[in-house]
């Protein structure tokens, strides 16, 4: 069974910083690609950050500007996402994700897997 387990949200105060893990079981991870995406209230979920496996390449929504960095650990079978000089308006749902295609991963329908959230609540 192919469990994604999100950790790491919580409240920050504006221009601070949060590292958001997802632990991945049930699949070879070094052979899937890995994103993250975030969901506000009353609004469509949101890609944030991409890392494939074939290549190591990664990409950010056009929001983040040098904000975040994603990175991943094949060996511990993790992703991360470093959040820094965050804003209120990243105030959502946090949500990663993973899939076996190297490509279109700023779609969310390319991924077959997901976690259940981990809420990130920026305000002062």
């Known amino acids: 069974q192919v469990q994604l387990v999100e950790s790491g949200g919580g409240l920050v105060q504006p221009g601070g910083s949060l590292r958001l893990s997802c632990a991945v079981s049930g699949l070879t991870f070094r052979s899937y690609s890995a994103g993250w995406f975030r969901q506000a209230p009353g609004k469509e979920r949101e890609f944030v950050a991409t890392y494939n496996w074939n290549g190591g390449n990664t990409g950010y929504g056009e929001f983040v500007k040098g904000r975040f960095i994603i990175s991943r650990d094949n060996a511990k079978n993790t992703v991360y996402l470093q959040m820094n000089s965050l804003k209120i308006e990243d105030t959502a749902v946090y949500y990663c994700?993973?899939?076996?295609?190297?490509?279109?991963?700023?779609?969310?329908?390319?991924?077959?897997?997901w976690g259940q959230g981990t809420q990130v609540t920026v305000s002062s």
């Open positions: 994700a993973a899939t076996d295609q190297s490509y279109g991963l700023y779609s969310a329908s390319r991924y077959n897997y």
